[in-house]
């Protein structure tokens, strides 16, 4: 499985410590909040309302550096707005990789 990375905070920011912190304290805080609505919203049945979160979820997986995972994101996501759950555990094995690296930074 791939894993997360910060080299597109490295690129954007060019250097600057300061925004490139930015950025990381944004998917930091953010991320685990979309993780909790998007447990919830599986947890209830309510797939058209995860779908949204996880379309959020998908672009924080994509600045990560995952791209196989975006793409799963993605379809998982679609999956979601059609009623369906095809790819569910294969995107929550991305969401556990994802959580671990950022408790880590």
Do not use: C, W
């Amino acid at each position: 499985m791939e894993q997360p990375n910060i080299e597109y905070f490295e690129k954007l920011s060019n250097n600057n410590v300061s925004f490139k912190q930015k950025l990381i304290d944004i998917v930091k805080y953010e991320f685990p909040l979309e993780l909790s609505d998007y447990e919830s919203l599986i947890k209830n049945d309510k797939l058209k309302e995860a779908s949204e979160i996880v379309h959020k979820l998908k672009h924080k997986i994509g600045v990560l550096g995952m791209t196989n995972s975006y793409v799963l994101a993605e379809t998982f996501e679609h999956s979601l707005r059609d009623g369906g759950t095809e790819n569910q555990a294969e995107f929550e094995s991305v969401l556990v990789t994802v959580k671990v690296f950022i408790d880590q930074l």
